[in-house]
């Protein structure tokens, strides 16, 4: 079922984004960690990536600047710290999708798994938000 939504959800991601072809620059996107991110697909709406980080990888602190849709494709335990190095989440992510809001506080990823974690993560890039 997970692969189901995985790929039902890329797909979407993928017909939104087309409506509006185009190509934007993303090469100061991956500055903490360029070796674990791969695009799959952009444009000026939609930035698709995958996300792999082996075991014992780690993320350095980073922020996230746009809503997202993230998959956890293969699941594997990390850790998460703050910007003072406290640990503030530790475990083994839930299969499925999951919504995220930009943060503004640096986090870091650390794989403590002994298998890699793959993620895919759906940035909506040309986004306004608005009152309701």
């Known amino acids: 079922m997970i692969k189901y939504w995985s790929v039902l ?27 674990k991110h791969t695009v799959i697909f952009e444009n000026e709406k939609v930035r698709v990536l995958e996300v792999v980080n082996p075991p014992g990888g780690v993320i350095p602190l980073h922020t996230h600047s ?19 190095g406290e640990i503030i989440l530790e475990g083994i992510p839930d299969g499925g999708a999951s919504w ?11 794989n403590i ?13 040309d986004t306004v938000r608005t009152k309701r």
């Open 9 to 35: 959800t890329l797909t979407l991601a993928l017909a939104i984004g087309s409506l509006n072809v185009g190509c934007v620059s993303h090469s100061h996107y991956f500055e903490p960690a360029p070796e």
């Open 100 to 110: 995220y809001e930009p943060n503004s506080f640096p986090i870091s990823q650390e």
């Open 66 to 84: 746009h809503e997202a849709v993230t998959i956890i494709a293969d699941p594997a335990k990390v850790r998460i710290r703050n910007s003072a």
């Open 113 to 125: 798994d002994t298998k890699p974690i793959k993620i895919y993560k759906v940035e909506l890039i």
